[in-house]
């Protein structure tokens, strides 16, 4: 009983949400992964673009048991490009908020590979009267990066379009939704297997 009012509280949500999740993608070991989850999540039109912040996105990402993606190696931006879509304007999970110029990810990996569109990424907003301290995709589909403000719509009228969320395991609410679809069998198995 508990899990289908776990079940019909997630599609409530859902409905309510404008934006649109995903089914989440594995890079698996076998595939030269890291058996971490990726789930691509979409603004909707209803997310006006107050709602579009990196900061907003990173608490969201966090609320779902993952966290905005870290791209750590060339293997891992190969991949995210070949299997995940269009990701042009999509938040990452890198910023240099604390210490302008030194970038470093949310997750405390380590910041070696970089993809920025450079030149100019990152320029900081190429003006002392603007920050850029949030990672972002580039708006072109081909994996470049490109440093942005939290808010860049007000700043530069640059529309976000969503934002890439990585985690361990299965992030919620998707395994839920994997549940509904008779996944959750196979998940669980894997889960269990995992320890
Ligand atoms: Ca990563
Ligand atoms: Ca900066
Ligand atoms: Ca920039």
């Known amino acids: 009983m508990k899990k ?9 949500v ?4 404008s934006q649109a999740m995903a089914i989440p993608v594995q890079w698996t070991i076998a595939d030269g992964g890291n058996d971490h989850w990726y789930e691509v ?14 900061t907003i996105a990173k608490t969201t990402a966090e609320g779902m048991g993952g966290y905005l993606a870290t791209i750590t190696s060339a293997e891992e931006s190969a991949w995210i490009n070949s299997n995940l879509g269009d990701l042009s304007k999509y938040w990452l999970g890198g910023t240099d908020a604390a210490v302008e110029g030194t970038w470093t990810w949310i997750t405390g990996e380590s910041w070696g590979f970089t993809a920025w569109n450079f030149p100019p990424e990152p ?5 002392p009267a603007i920050s850029e301290d949030y990672l972002g995709f580039w708006s072109t589909t081909d994996g470049k990066w490109n440093d942005l403000p939290d808010d860049p719509w007000t700043v530069h009228t640059y529309l976000m379009r969503g934002y890439l969320v990585e985690s361990n395991a299965v992030p919620e609410p998707a395994s839920m939704i994997l ?12 889960r269990k297997f995992l320890g």
């Open 4 to 12: 289908v009012l776990g079940i019909l509280t997630v599609v409530t």
């Open 14 to 17: 859902l409905c309510i949400s």
């Open 41 to 54: 999540v979409a603004y909707g039109d209803n997310d006006t673009y107050s709602d579009r912040l990196w």
């Open 123 to 127: 320029n900081d907003g190429d003006s």
């Open 179 to 190: 549940f509904g679809s008779g996944l959750f069998g196979l998940l669980g198995a894997r």
